[in-house]
């Protein structure tokens, strides 16, 4: 497996498998990699000749300076695993490498799917996420990216982006891997304790509950009731429970009207979980 920490390096490799004709697949991750990632690389590796994943701690994602500081960085372990599952190459780029021109992306280059949830409160986050897309995009120029459903919001912004910019990559969302509980695999997930771990099951239940629910109430009776629920919870705080249009992230006043989507984010402690589920 090639490591590069510099685009020029990378770009002459690429361009050498693109001149043999190889299909190229591409996985941008935060590192701290977990079976969810690592479903992301298996899938690339089925449809693609090559593929290359990138880690990449993007601090111009992250609205809260304690969450940048502390979100997890285990690059040895990261690097034998990917190593493991035969991926072709890595790319570990420094801050420099990837800003030299700050951020790059408008606000008006993004839909209005970005102005709430993860949007609304965290503010910048979209556009510092379209940013390192956009230039990691841009170098490894792949035939297929892939973004897990996980974070649905970025996988549905990051699918206009392609088309607004005028890029070729197809992207390719998949299902979100959880823990036994339910609990989907995050980075962040590190800093819980194992109680935390074991309560944080209460998210992926409550969009259980959500999905049995929407066979006989409306979405705005759903909301209601969940969020009862989470306020009756001692352990999580609950910062957002919508459902919202699956394609549009509009918002559905009946399931007649189309497939909807639930979706949560919610503190456990200082550790902020989102998690979403489609409902019909
Ligand atoms: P991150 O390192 O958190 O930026 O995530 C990198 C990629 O992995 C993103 O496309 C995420 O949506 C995806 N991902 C993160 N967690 C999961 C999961 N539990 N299941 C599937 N994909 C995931």
Not at 174 to 189: D, F, I, Q
């Amino acid at each position: 497996m090639k490591i590069f920490r510099n685009k020029d390096s990378l770009v002459k490799y690429i361009n050498e498998l693109k001149k043999e004709g190889a299909s190229l697949g591409f996985v941008p991750t935060m590192g701290s990699l977990h079976r969810g990632h690592l479903s992301l690389v298996e899938r690339a590796l089925t449809e693609n000749d090559n593929v290359i994943c990138s880690i990449f701690i993007n601090p111009a994602q992250f609205n809260n300076k304690s969450d940048f500081e502390q979100y997890p960085s285990n690059l040895k372990r990261d690097l034998n695993l990917l190593e493991s599952m035969n991926c072709s190459a890595v790319f570990t780029p420094s801050k420099s490498e990837m800003y030299p021109q700050g951020i790059t992306v408008e606000k008006s280059e993004l839909g209005s799917e970005v102005t709430k949830m993860e949007g609304r409160f965290r503010p910048g986050h979209f556009q510092g996420v379209a940013t390192i897309v956009k230039r990691l995009t841009e170098i490894v120029m792949p035939h297929s990216a892939y973004y897990g459903e996980k974070d649905y919001q970025q996988l549905i912004m990051v699918k206009n982006l392609m088309k607004t910019l005028n890029l070729p990559t197809e992207i390719i969302g998949c299902p979100t891997m959880r823990e036994e509980n339910g609990l989907a695999m995050s980075s962040r997930n590190e800093r819980l304790t194992q109680r935390q771990r074991q309560e944080a099951g209460f998210i992926y239940r409550s969009l259980i509950k959500a999905r049995q629910m929407a066979e006989t109430l409306s979405p705005q009776e759903i909301e209601k009731s969940i969020r009862a629920d989470f306020d009756q919870n001692d352990f999580l705080k609950l910062e957002y429970f919508n459902i919202l249009h699956n394609d549009t992230l509009e918002s559905i006043s009946d399931f007649s009207k189309g497939t909807a989507r639930a979706f949560v984010a919610a503190y456990m402690g200082e550790v902020r979980l989102i998690d979403n589920m489609k409902l019909n």
